[in-house]
């Protein structure tokens, strides 16, 4: 069996374990999780972090070394922000408008706990950007923030090509590196089957399927809004010839392992290798965009936290003022650029969108228990935007023939 296909075995399984033991077995539930599933679960997602920091460091030096000048560098830079700006602005809007017509808050009335100070205060926006500039290039390798090591590693890439001859032997250094944690990434999903049954079946023993039937409208149209953004990127590559179909068919190890671990971090490693030698992605763009869209690009985030806020002011009876919903827009767009990529980050960031437009953190309890589930198929759209948005610059890098060229390319074949 293939990889992809054992990970989604064991998370049926999962499942199927999780539901037995959280109705016929409660009991048997909290030293199972402590001693056994959130152990097993935690040490895989650890394990993968494990290769995250030097995979993404040694592919986007080595791959910025065959960019062929800073220039470019800065170019790919501005093309794939202003495509994040415009695909996370659609995001936004399809989760508000869902929320809008479908109604999903109206009539569902709180219950849940969750503890509320341990949800972290997050940083201002400036402090945000601040902290993204290292202040020495180990402390962005050892503390893992993705966006600290990009900074590094597109530094240090550009100042290889300056420096010319006298980089060769730390180029080839880095060459190394890169092929001894690919190798460990490939140990390392060996056990991803168990890990990913660990997880998945330690939140369904504790949370249980019935909680996802309260919230059915909830989770049921998260998911509408994710397929419905699934099909306007697959519209968008079809009209750039961009092989949709072969480009999803490459990534399902990967959007298998991140609905297992709701972790586009954990997903990385592996998405960065499929979408090259599966898809046949360009090397200088696929090591450059997709560490960059796995630390900012979250279309499924914003599409959850818009929906959500409409629907927790639908719950508390809020109207929706223009000026209620352009906070919620704004401040949905941001956070979804400043979402972590491991699990849980969203439920984190909704106190940043709900404080901002003003609506009670209270609702966040309601939604927490079934945020195990929606993050899964949050992240699986996490990645696919992000995937999507790296295969809009190649198209937008690569000029395509003409009709007149085709043509003549046809005639010699
Ligand atoms: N879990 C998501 C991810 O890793 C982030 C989120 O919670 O919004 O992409």
Known sequence: MSLSTLILVAMGIGIGFGSVLHDFFPSAIAPLDQYLLTPVGTSFLRLIQFVVVPIVFSSLILGL????????????????????????????????????????????????????????????????????????????????????????????????????????????????????????????????????????????ATEGLQLILKLFNYVFFLLVGSLLMVGFYLLILFFLKAKPIKLLQSLVPALSLAFGTASSNAALPILLKDVQEEYGLREDIASFAIPLGTALKRDGSAILQGFNAVFIAQMYDIPLTTSLVLAISLSTFLVSFSTPGVPGAGIIMMTTVLSAAG????????????????DGFKTVMNIIGNVSNAVILDRWETPQPSESQNEMLRAID
């Open 359 to 374: 609506l009670p953190l209270q609702g966040i309890a309601i939604v927490a228990g079934v945020d195990r589930l929606t």
């Open 65 to 204: 070394t065959r960019i062929q000048n800073a220039a470019q560098v800065g170019r790919y830079a501005v093309k794939l922000i202003l495509s994040y700006c415009l695909t996370s602005g659609v995001a936004v809007v399809v989760g508000l408008v869902l929320a809008v017509v479908i109604r999903p808050g109206v009539g569902v009335s709180g219950s849940g706990t969750i503890d509320m100070e341990a949800i972290a205060q997050s940083q201002s926006l400036i402090d945000w950007l601040v902290s993204l500039i290292p202040t020495n290039p180990i402390e962005a390798l050892s503390n893992g923030n993705l966006l600290q090591v990009i900074f590094s590693s597109a530094l240090i890439g550009v100042a290889i090509q300056l420096v010319g001859e006298k980089a060769a032997s730390f180029v080839s250094f880095v060459e190394s590196c890169y092929a001894i944690f690919e190798k460990v990434l490939s140990l390392i999903l060996y056990v991803a089957p168990i890990g990913v049954f660990a997880l998945i079946s330690s939140v369904i």
